[in-house]
């Protein structure tokens, strides 16, 4: 009975994190060469954006860069048309910047043997709520990429997170 007290207390102070049935986006990554290569899932949960990853085909054993970009643009093979990382609120580029970080910076990701990433991110600067200025639904949409580098996630303005190498436009 006290172990069930105790749990009972344990959880009352976690924050609460639920999903919104509502609020979904999607996108589909693409790699340099244009083919499909993996799709994201975004769902609107009460703490933030929840990002589910599943890519493949990229380079095996490796971190990598994750950000959302400020146009809705996958242009391969640079990706340039993307625009820079989504930065509403105009801050210095880094998790780790005590001026930022942009709304796009997320944790790095890594892949396994075969390439393969397989990983659920919780962005909590952005929404999926139309007319915020977070909003990842902005005139000209958004989209996410995978850099070929790791972030160091503090350098303005990219992190060193180098080429671009998987792209997706987020769709509702």
Same mark, same amino acid.
């Given at each position: 009975?006290?172990?069930?007290?105790?749990?009972?207390?344990? $959880?009352?102070?976690?924050?609460?994190?639920?999903?919104?049935?509502?609020?979904?986006?999607?996108?589909?990554?693409?790699?340099?060469?244009?083919?499909?290569?993996?799709?994201?899932?975004?769902?609107?949960?009460?703490?933030?954006?929840?990002?589910?990853?599943?890519?493949?085909?990229?380079? @095996?054993?490796?971190? $990598?860069?994750?950000?959302?970009?400020?146009?809705?643009?996958?242009? @391969? @093979?640079?990706?340039?048309?993307?625009?820079?990382?989504?930065?509403?609120?105009?801050?210095?580029?880094?998790?780790?910047?005590?001026?930022?970080?942009?709304?796009?910076?997320?944790?790095?990701?890594?892949?396994?043997?075969?390439?393969?990433?397989?990983?659920?991110?919780?962005?909590?600067?952005?929404?999926?709520?139309?007319?915020?200025?977070?909003?990842?639904?902005?005139?000209?949409?958004?989209?996410?990429?995978?850099?070929?580098?790791?972030?160091?996630?503090?350098?303005?303005?990219?992190?060193?997170?180098?080429?671009?190498?998987?792209?997706?436009?987020?769709?509702?």
């Amino acid at each position: 009975m006290r172990a069930l007290k105790l749990l009972t207390a344990a $959880l009352a102070v976690l924050p609460t994190f639920t999903l919104s049935q509502e609020l979904k986006a999607s996108a589909e990554l693409i790699n340099q060469k244009g083919e499909k290569v993996g799709k994201a899932e975004l769902i609107q949960t009460n703490s933030g954006v929840l990002i589910k990853l599943d890519v493949k085909g990229l380079p @095996p054993n490796a971190e $990598l860069a994750l950000h959302i970009h400020e146009l809705g643009k996958c242009d @391969p @093979p640079d990706f340039m048309s993307a625009k820079g990382h989504f930065n509403p609120f105009n801050k210095k580029h880094g998790l780790l910047n005590p001026e930022g970080p942009h709304a796009g910076d997320m944790p790095n990701v890594f892949t396994d043997a075969n390439g393969n990433l397989r990983v659920h991110v919780l962005n909590t600067f952005v929404t999926l709520e139309r007319g915020k200025p977070n909003s990842l639904f902005k005139e000209g949409g958004t989209s996410i990429m995978i850099h070929q580098h790791p972030d160091d996630h503090k350098t303005d303005p990219a992190g060193h997170a180098g080429p671009r190498i998987a792209c997706g436009v987020i769709k509702q």
